[in-house]
């Protein structure tokens, strides 16, 4: 991560050239947050363009064993 921008808000996200990676605090798991999802691209017709948002879910991250990313 030597490399990428860091990028901080509610969570940090590191960012390379073809990756992103998000960092969660400890006191993240187990809370639920809104995903706000946005279409990257679309046809331009019939209601689906670029940039409009195509929905919420409610996510929520839950740690799972000790292993840690390097």
Do not use: W
Not at 14 to 35: G, H, N, R, S
Not at 37 to 57: I, K, N, R, V
């Amino acid at each position: 991560m030597k490399d990428a921008k860091v990028v901080k808000g509610l969570f940090t996200f590191y960012q390379t050239e073809d990756q992103v990676f998000l960092e969660i605090q400890p006191d993240q798991f187990d809370k639920m947050y809104m995903l706000s999802l946005t279409c990257e691209t679309g046809l331009g017709e019939g209601g689906f363009y670029a940039a409009d948002s195509c929905g919420e879910a409610p996510i929520m991250f839950h740690k799972q064993g000790k292993k840690r990313a390097n």
